[in-house]
C-alpha cells in the first residue's frame, strides 16, 4: 500500500542558529519534509557553520543570501513550501551599535524580499517572522503584551520593528498568513557564546576547567525575561496552524538581572560569582532598554501555549552542558534550591565598575 498523503512542507531561514536547529527537530517529529536556507560558505565547511544540525542527511539545504532576492525568490520557487520560518538575521544587538547599515539591510531587506518573493510565487505560503521584544525598548509599560507601543533603543530593534511591520502589511495589504512572534529572550546549551547567558555558563565552566579566572561582562543590573529556546520554538509552529494570522507575545512573565543569572550560574558549582564576575564599563551599551517583562496570555488562550522550563533549570542546563563538555561535571551541584541572594547595590569584591 503506498502512502499517497504527501508530507507537509517547510522551509526555515536561520536554520543553522540555536531556535532554528530546535525548530528543525521539532518539524522532523511531525513528519514535515524541512528544507533549510544558508549562506553557501556554511555549505563548504558544515563542520563549523553547521555544528547545531543533528540530523543533517534529513533537511534538504538551499544556498542563499538574505541579501538577495534572487537567490531567495529561486528557493521559495523550486521549494514551494508551504510554511516559511523566517529567523535568519543579524541577532547580536552589541553589534547593531557598531555596524548599523549591515543590520538594517540584512534584516529589514531580507525579511522584505522574503515576503516579495512569497506574494510572488507562493502566495498560499504561511509565514512567521521573528519579532523581538527589543521592539517594545524604552516600553512605557510593565509587562508589555501585544498592544504596547514600540520605543526601540537599538538599530537592531528598529530593524525588527520593520521587519514586523512589514510583516503586518503583507498581511492586510495582500492577505499573506503572514504572523510574528515578539519573543523575549530565549536560550539554551546551543546559544551562542556572544550572548550574556552562554558567556557565563561558558565561562563558569571554563574557570573550574582551569582555563579562565574571570567573566568580564558589561551592565549587572538590567533585566531580561528568559525562556527556554525549545519550548519557544514550539510557539512559532502553533501560530502558523491558526486558521488566521496573528502577533503574539511569548515570555515567561518573570524577570531576571544579569546578576541573578550570574549567581545562579557559579551556585551551580558551588562557587560565589563575586569572586569571579567584573563589571567593565567598556561592555556597556550605549542605550539600554527598559525592564523587559512579557504577558503571554494572548499565546496562552489561544494557541494553548505557556513556558515550561523555570529560570533555575534553565541556567542549570546551561551550566551542565558547558561542564559536561570540557569535563568538569564533577563540580556539578544539585539545582539550588533558590536563586542566592544577591545585593544589587553590592560593590563586587575586587571589581573594576
Ligand atoms: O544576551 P544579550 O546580548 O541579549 P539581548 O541584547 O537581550 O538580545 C537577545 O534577546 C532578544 C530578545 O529580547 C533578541 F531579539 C536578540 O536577537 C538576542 O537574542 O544581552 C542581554 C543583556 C543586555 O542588557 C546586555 O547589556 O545582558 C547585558 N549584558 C551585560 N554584560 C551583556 C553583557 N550582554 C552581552 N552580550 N555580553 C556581556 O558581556
Redesign the pocket.
Known amino acids: 500500500m503506498h502512502n499517497f498523503m504527501a508530507r507537509r512542507k517547510a522551509l526555515i531561514s536561520g536554520i543553522s542558529g540555536q531556535d532554528g536547529s530546535y525548530l528543525l527537530e521539532l518539524l522532523l517529529a511531525k513528519d514535515y519534509e524541512v528544507h533549510g536556507i544558508v549562506r553557501r560558505v556554511a555549505l563548504e565547511d558544515p563542520e563549523h557553520h553547521l555544528s547545531r544540525i543533528v540530523d543533517r542527511e534529513r533537511v534538504q539545504l538551499h544556498p542563499a543570501s538574505l541579501e538577495s532576492y534572487a537567490s531567495l525568490h529561486h528557493v521559495a520557487e523550486r521549494v514551494q513550501p508551504e510554511e516559511w520560518y523566517h529567523l535568519a538575521a543579524q541577532?547580536?544587538?552589541?553589534y547593531s551599535f557598531d555596524d548599523e547599515s549591515s543590520t538594517l539591510n540584512t534584516n529589514m531587506n531580507g525579511t522584505h524580499y522574503i515576503l516579495s518573493a512569497l506574494k510572488n510565487s507562493v502566495p498560499s505560503c504561511r509565514f512567521y517572522f521573528a519579532g523581538?521584544?527589543?521592539m517594545f525598548g524604552n516600553a512605557d509599560e510593565v509587562p508589555q503584551t501585544e498592544s504596547t507601543r514600540f520605543h526601540p533603543r537599538s538599530t537592531y530593534g528598529i530593524s525588527k520593528v520593520a521587519g514586523f511591520e512589514l510583516t503586518r502589511n503583507y498581511r492586510e495589504a495582500y492577505g499573506l498568513h503572514a504572523s510574528s512572534g515578539i519573543?523575549?529572550?530565549h536560550e539554551s546549551p546551543r546559544r551562542g557564546f556572544?550572548?550574556?547567558?552562554r558567556?557565563i555558563t561558558s565561562g563558569v565552566a571554563r574557570i573550574v576547567a582551569g582555563l579562565q579566572k574571570e567573566v568580564r561582562?558589561?551592565?549587572?543590573d538590567?533585566q531580561?525575561d528568559w525562556g527556554h529556546s525549545r519550548e519557544y520554538v514550539e510557539a512559532m509552529w502553533l501560530m502558523l496552524q491558526q486558521p488566521e494570522p496573528d502577533d503574539y507575545v511569548i515570555a515567561t512573565g518573570e524577570t531576571h538581572s544579569?546578576r541573578e543569572f550570574a549567581a545562579m550560574a557559579f551556585a551551580c558549582v558551588g562557587l560565589d560569582y563575586r569572586d569571579y564576575v567584573k563589571s567593565d564599563p567598556v561592555?556597556f551599551?550605549p542605550t539600554?532598554v527598559n525592564p523587559?517583562r512579557g504577558d503571554a496570555s494572548k499565546a496562552r488562550e489561544r494557541l494553548g501555549w505557556q513556558p515550561r522550563t523555570g529560570f533555575r533549570q534553565l541556567v542549570r542546563e546551561m551550566v551542565e552542558a558547558d561542564c559536561r563538555a570540557l569535563g568538569v561535571q564533577g563540580w556539578l551541584r544539585d539545582l539550588p534550591v533558590a536563586i542566592p541572594e544577591v545585593d544589587e547595590s553590592a560593590r563586587l569584591r575586587g571589581a573594576a565598575r
Not at 541577532?91 to 552589541?94: A, C, G, I, K, Q
Not at 556572544?194 to 547567558?197: A, E, G, L
Not at 561582562?217 to 549587572?220: M, R, V, Y
Open positions: 541577532s547580536f544587538v552589541s523581538s521584544s527589543e519573543l523575549y529572550n556572544v550572548f550574556v547567558t558567556k561582562l558589561g551592565n549587572l538590567v531580561r544579569v561592555l551599551r539600554e523587559l
